[in-house]
């Protein structure tokens, strides 16, 4: 499986990019903001455990009703209208995100 993650600085420089450019008046439209690049869900599993320096209880379960293999953000739309492109990678966000949680629970 396979799946796009986006770190939240990402998301909000989609967010705001989309906000400097709003549709004409009294239209609207669809944007997808994400990392657009899926990355393998042991891979993230692993980045994960390296961030927290343990190893994770892995139970290995057939796909369920509902899940896909591969799934991420088209983001063309939104990069030809506002330049948007994500800047932070899997390896370099989660690590962040462990080191904020921590700081955060203190």
Known sequence: M??????????????????DHPPERGGNRILNIGDSAPVGLMEMIEVLEDALGRQATKV??????????????????LRALTGYQ?????????????RWYRDFLG
């Open 60 to 77: 290995f379960r057939p796909m369920q009703p509902g899940d896909v293999t591969q799934t991420y953000a088209d983001i063309s739309r």
């Open 2 to 19: 396979a799946h796009d993650f986006t770190y939240i600085d990402d998301i909000v420089d989609g967010v705001l990019g989309a906000l």
């Open 86 to 98: 994500p800047k932070v990678s899997l390896a370099q966000g989660l690590p962040r995100f462990v």
